[in-house]
């Protein structure tokens, strides 16, 4: 079964501290994974999309690697404004164009 | 980038009515649109793919004659929540992928509807 894991729940962090978040997934033939960032009561807004092993890709404070087990969203030096849920998904062969989420991990920075 | 809209963006119904949620593509025509379902602190669900022209595909556990999906025109799809009840409070979005990509790419999402049935 096609399953994504997201660690830690929840993560709180001092403005400016570094830390990465976890995506752990089994599917059966990776065609993407993806990430987005959704705010309270809102929809998820597209971040990145990976699509093999070693990919990484980069967009201002946020940076997201790929291995064949794992995708990490590393935050360097994060703001206030960095607070949100992180939601990670893959899409598998099997699973036709659907995406398979993760329940998040929700980032809370404070200043 | 491509936009999906959503709306209304939160509605509150009495139960046993009947409500109605709209996904338009503003920009590129969606053969396919995808309705998910999220209950707090928990992931999106998929519910339905909804495919222009024809009947949607509904995921297991999900009751077709309860969420309604039509999916008249390459621009909107309609997802109608039938004699609701409180279980059905939930945030439904909507999703949709621009045609012709080769490779997967983002799917965008509309904002959400925050269902309350009363």
């Known amino acids: 079964e096609d399953q994504v894991t997201q660690s830690p729940e929840a993560l709180r962090l001092q403005e400016g501290e570094s830390s990465s978040l976890n995506c752990s997934y089994t599917v059966s033939g990776l065609r993407g994974l993806f990430w987005y960032r959704q705010d309270p009561g809102k929809g998820p807004e597209f971040l990145f999309t990976l699509y093999s092993a070693g990919e990484e890709k980069e967009k201002e404070r946020l940076k997201a690697t790929l291995t064949k087990k794992e995708s990490f969203l590393h935050i360097t030096a994060p703001k206030p404004e960095d607070s949100a849920t992180y939601l990670c998904a893959v899409q598998a062969n099997q699973a036709g164009t659907a995406l398979i989420f993760g329940k998040g991990t929700t980032l809370s920075v404070s200043s | 980038g491509a936009v999906v809209s959503q709306h209304p963006s939160r509605v509150i119904c009495k139960s046993g009515t009947s409500v109605k949620i709209e996904c338009r593509s503003l920009d590129f025509q969606a053969t396919t649109m995808f309705w998910y379902r999220q209950f707090p602190k928990q992931s999106l669900m998929l519910m339905a793919t909804?495919?222009?022209?024809?009947?949607?595909?509904?995921e297991q556990g999900v009751e077709k004659d309860k969420f309604l999906i039509n999916h008249a025109s390459l621009t909107l799809s309609t997802l109608t929540v039938t004699s609701a009840h409180p279980e059905d409070s939930s945030f439904y979005i909507c999703?949709?992928?621009?045609?012709?990509?080769?490779?997967?790419?983002?799917?965008?999402f509309g904002q959400g509807t925050r269902l309350t049935v009363v």
């Open positions: 909804s495919n222009e022209g024809s009947k949607a595909t509904y």
């Open positions: 999703s949709a992928r621009p045609p012709g990509q080769v490779r997967n790419t983002e799917a965008f």
